[in-house]
């Protein structure tokens, strides 16, 4: 290699450097938050999807009528519990069986929830089999 070719190569790489340098140099802008901002945190949970489905549009549709601004709702991933059973109670050690229970969830925000929506929302007749935790951040 030539003395030529190895300064090219310095230089460029000095130019990689300094620019990955000033790169890191100044991080970017977050967004501000609103100090006034409040959110209602509905997290749903339920064995099956259908129903765990039409719950969370029926919470949806609660919020939209009192015009509320609903940001969801955001599927969560899926909890799946596994049990392994003998289905012998002697012998056949090897021979098993599997059950499972599937939780699915899902996330819905409320932002700046009226009182009127929080009310609405309390009175809200669901079905069973399905569980809600309700959050203000």
């Avoid at 939780?103 to 399905?130: C, F, Q, Y």
């Amino acid at each position: 290699m030539t003395a030529e070719a190895t300064a090219k190569k310095r230089v460029s790489r000095a130019k990689t450097v300094k620019k990955t340098a000033d790169a890191s140099a100044a991080p970017a802008p977050r967004a501000k938050k609103a100090d006034t901002a409040h959110r209602l945190r509905i997290k749903v949970r339920a064995y099956e999807h259908g129903i765990l489905d039409k719950s969370v549009k029926q919470i949806i549709d609660t919020a939209a009528r009192y015009n509320a601004e609903v940001v969801g709702p955001v599927p969560l991933p899926i909890d799946i519990k596994k049990y392994t059973v003998n289905r012998a109670a002697f012998i056949d050690k090897d021979s098993r069986e599997q059950f499972e229970m599937r939780i699915h969830k899902r996330m819905i925000d409320i932002l700046n929830p009226a009182p009127k929506v929080i009310e609405a929302l309390t009175n809200i007749d669901l079905p069973s089999g399905v569980s809600i935790d309700v959050k203000m951040m």
